[in-house]
């Protein structure tokens, strides 16, 4: 009996002195990874959030179809293989005359899936994102994506303000949902203000408050309050149209009048890109399989705005759902015009 207890406490002893130093490093790591933050509240942005200290910025300007974006990057490439990112967006003004918010929302995220994987880790590299829930903050608008970045792999809010659409990205190789957490609860908006109905001039007299000087200097200090540099300088919308003309994102006719989306039919073989759906545990638990039907919309850039299931296995919809709203296609063009298409997707599951 003695001998037994002696080789349980040595056995203690060894556990004790090898297992426990372990834990105090994986501790101290996990602090020292966190500690040494600062709050960023950049002039010019409407937003503040905790990021690692010495992170930096950037200031460009991307194409996308017939405007240009006003891209600001903050970002904090950590030694610890975490990525803190916090891109700002600007110049697609919110114009519910000419499309919704909803539209507006879903072109800002197009373009930061097609621009920040190729900023972040080359020009090759593509980026892997999908839909998780919506949500809100402050009365903003937002909605949460997974997304992918070669190894990487985390999590991504974003939300829409009147004048910016802003992205919180978190990406890391291994699992740290404290660090995440931390960080991307930190983001803060302030609350949103309700705002009175603007007339069309007045929305131009915005429009030419906002300019960008043709000489602004990103790197150039700013005072408090003063904007910063780049700051919704490009066109908003498509350049003016020629009379008799529609330009893409236009919702009305010559005469006024509404236009609804024209009729596609079956969309699968349309698709530019098509994401195919992720194979839920449920489903799989309920080996659930078959067809699922999704009637969606498609605004006048190719972009489905609209999407919701009408046919298919219950455990099967949310995921097809999700898989249309990544979807991508061509603008179609009606007598020379942009236009909506409404259509159907088609979405095949095998029992797994």
């Known amino acids: 009996m003695q001998s037994i207890r002696a080789v349980t406490l040595a056995a203690l002893a060894v556990f004790v002195l090898i297992v426990f130093p372990i834990c105090l490093r994986a501790q101290a790591d996990i602090s020292s990874a966190t500690a040494d933050w600062e709050r960023l509240r950049p002039a ?3 937003f503040e959030i905790l990021i690692p200290k010495n992170s930096v910025s950037d200031v460009s300007k991307e194409p996308y179809h017939k405007m240009t974006i006003t891209t600001r990057l903050y970002l904090s490439d950590h030694p ?8 700002s967006m600007s110049g697609i003004k919110r114009n519910p005359a000419l499309y919704s918010d909803v539209e507006r929302m879903n072109s800002y995220v197009d373009a930061f899936r097609r621009w920040f994987p190729p900023r972040l880790r080359g020009k090759e590299a593509m980026g892997k994102i999908s839909l998780v829930g919506t949500k809100a903050l402050n009365g903003h608008t937002g909605r949460t994506y997974n997304l992918g970045v070669g190894t990487l792999s985390g999590t991504v809010e974003v939300f829409a303000t009147r004048k910016r659409f802003y992205a919180v ?3 890391n190789n ?5 660090t995440k957490e931390r960080f991307l609860s930190s983001f803060v908006l302030p609350e949103k203000q309700n705002e009175p109905a603007q007339t069309a001039a007045a929305e131009k007299k915005e429009g030419a408050d906002e300019a960008e000087p043709a000489t602004a200097n990103p790197n150039a200090p700013k005072r408090e309050g003063q904007a910063a540099a780049g700051t919704e300088g490009a066109t908003d919308t498509p350049a003016e149209a020629k009379p008799g ?3 893409p994102g236009d919702t009305t006719n010559a005469s006024g009048q509404g236009r609804r989306p024209i ?7 349309k698709a530019i890109s098509l994401p195919p759906p992720v194979y839920s545990p449920e489903a799989r638990a309920a080996r659930a399989a078959g067809a699922v039907n999704v009637q969606i919309t498609i605004d006048e850039y190719g972009n489905v705005i609209a999407a919701r299931a009408v046919a ?13 709203l990544q ?11 942009a236009v909506k298409v409404s259509g159907v997707l088609v979405y095949n599951f095998v029992a797994q």
């Open 44 to 46: 010019g942005e409407e």
């Open 80 to 87: 610890t293989g975490a990525v803190f990112a916090v891109v």
């Open 169 to 171: 990205v978190f990406l």
């Open 174 to 178: 291994k699992k740290d949902l404290v």
């Open 245 to 247: 003309e529609a330009r």
């Open 263 to 269: 009729s596609g039919g079956m969309l699968n073989g």
């Open 312 to 324: 298919g296995h219950p455990l099967l919809q949310a995921s097809a759902v999700n898989a249309a």
């Open 327 to 337: 979807a991508k296609f061509s603008p179609t063009f009606l007598m020379g015009e």
